[in-house]
T-cell receptor
Framework: NAGVTQTPKFQVLKTGQSMTLQCAQDMNHEYMSWYRQDPGMGLRLIHYSVGAGITDQGEVPNGYNVSRSTTEDFPLRLLSAAPSQTSVYFC????????????FGNGTRLTVT | LAKTTQPISMDSYEGQEVNITCSHNNIATNDYITWYQQFPSQGPRFIIQGYKTKVTNEVASLFIPADRKSSTLSLPRVSLSDTAVYYCLVGDGLFGGYNKLIFGAGTRLAVHP
């Protein structure tokens, strides 16, 4: 069981470039989400999905797009990277059963110059 | 939304018991209390969850008083490897409630030799 897998681990972009951060889980979890974590701070929710074909915005959605075509995958797209999006991005998933904990990937460290 | 307050940082020594208290005055009837641990360069990891009284697992204990307005994570006999950031979250973890979970800055625990 791989759990939640995020790729790439590191990425450097130039302002204005676009890219997709990949997230896959093999636990058949219905719920998936993306967080960003800035230095010394907690995690902030970007987007989340409660199942294939269903997505919604979190606390800080601007500049990011998501889609959920399968249960396993939940990619995060940066449309036009900005230095303010320099951060560590974490993907998480959870079962729909009550109070199941979140399972996190090990993150993607993104730097936008 | 049930907001939590926890100390920004704590210091301890190997072999000591560490207690981290979290305040959540606005906890709702359906809310559970969940603690996560995060090591540098890793995603948060579930430690323990509870609703009332005391919960114990192989890693930690969680004490919740009758009014549920606070909770205390207890780590017995800490080692250097327990140095991490600990997050206290309060929420209704049922399907659809995860988007309301708030990760604050957490408590940065440093264990010294």
């Amino acid at each position: 069981n791989a759990g939640v897998t995020q790729t790439p681990k590191f990425q450097v972009l130039k302002t204005g470039q676009s890219m997709t951060l990949q997230c896959a889980q093999d636990m058949n979890h219905e719920y998936m989400s993306w967080y960003r974590q800035d230095p010394g701070m907690g995690l902030r929710l970007i987007h989340y999905s409660v199942g294939a074909g269903i997505t919604d915005q979190g606390e800080v959605p601007n500049g990011y797009n998501v889609s959920r075509s399968t249960t396993e995958d939940f990619p995060l797209r940066l449309l036009s990277a900005a230095p303010s999006q320099t951060s560590v991005y974490f993907c998480a998933s959870s079962s729909s059963r009550g109070n199941s904990p979140l399972h996190f990937g090990n993150g993607t460290r993104l730097t936008v110059t | 939304l049930a907001k939590t307050t926890q100390p920004i940082s704590m210091d301890s020594y190997e072999g000591q018991e560490v207690n981290i208290t979290c305040s959540h005055n606005n906890i709702a009837t359906n809310d559970y209390i969940t603690w996560y641990q995060q090591f540098p360069s890793q995603g948060p990891r579930f430690i323990i969850q509870g609703y009332k009284t005391k919960v114990t697992n192989e890693v930690a204990s969680l004490f919740i008083p009758a009014d549920r307005k606070s909770s205390t994570l207890s780590l017995p006999r800490v080692s250097l490897s327990d140095t991490a950031v600990y997050y206290c979250l309060v929420g209704d973890g049922l399907f659809g409630g995860y988007n309301k979970l708030i990760f604050g800055a957490g408590t940065r625990l440093a264990v010294h030799p």
